[in-house]
């Protein structure tokens, strides 16, 4: 799979022991040359969280996955995200399960035995995995959306996706559903798939 033009990514080994974060950077340098990355908790206030560019038209977003650091630039994008997660990774369907056709926005209709259009491999799980992970980081608040929420649509490597407003309170700031996400599937390092999504130009994404 091929990313649109002004979409890079990136990967390096991080080593047990070593600081990912500098490694992430580094890459982040590389893609974004002569630009100023800093991130603020909204939570704490600590040096960590979303990541923000000075100095260029740039969204970036960054992943560890177990030895590795991945990361991307979106240039001429107001966010992006990025996820990578271990190919043989296990437990994931007790956590993101599908919906129930003509049943869109109840959460609890939701069915494990089925994947949102993955690829029918032993990796679909962790492809369905990072494709709500990048959506949510690329959305800006991360897992403090249930991932439940995050309806995928597509085949072939790329995608569209919505975050499903919560069924147990009105919309907020935000959640609209004329927001919507396109996506994309990679594979990473060894044993490692990823996943991009960037916000769709035209609203809606599925």
């Known amino acids: 799979m091929t990313l649109p033009t002004g979409i890079r990514l990136a990967w390096r080994e991080a080593p047990a022991g070593c600081a990912r974060r500098d490694v992430s950077r580094a890459l982040l340098a590389e893609l974004v040359?002569?630009?100023?990355?800093?991130?603020?908790?909204?939570?704490c206030g600590g040096d960590h969280g979303r990541i923000h560019v000075e100095g260029a038209d740039a969204a970036v977003s960054v992943?560890?996955?177990?030895?590795?650091?991945?990361?991307?630039?979106?240039?001429?994008?107001?966010?992006?995200?990025?996820?990578a997660v271990p190919a043989d990774a296990g437990g994931l369907e007790r956590v993101l399960p599908q919906l129930v056709p003509g049943e869109p926005d109840d959460l609890e209709s939701r069915a494990p035995e089925a994947w949102a259009d993955a690829d029918g491999s032993s990796a679909a799980p962790a492809r369905a995995w990072a494709r709500v992970e990048a959506v949510l980081k690329a959305d800006g608040r991360g897992l403090t959306v249930d991932?439940?929420?995050?309806?995928v649509r597509g085949n072939g490597g790329t995608w569209v996706a919505r975050i499903l407003p919560s069924t147990?309170?009105?919309?907020?700031?935000?959640?609209?559903?004329?927001?919507?996400?396109?996506?994309?599937?990679?594979?990473?390092?060894?044993?490692?798939?990823?996943?991009?999504?960037?916000?769709?130009?035209?609203?809606l994404g599925a």
Request: overall charge neutral.
């Open 33 to 43: 040359p002569g630009a100023r990355f800093r991130s603020r908790c909204p939570a």
């Open 63 to 83: 992943s560890y996955v177990e030895g590795w650091a991945v990361a991307v630039a979106a240039r001429g994008h107001e966010s992006v995200g990025l996820d």
């Open 147 to 151: 991932a439940r929420r995050v309806d």
């Open 168 to 203: 147990s309170s009105s919309l907020s700031a935000g959640e609209g559903l004329s927001r919507g996400w396109r996506g994309w599937d990679l594979d990473g390092p060894a044993n490692v798939v990823l996943a991009v999504a960037v916000e769709s130009a035209s609203g």
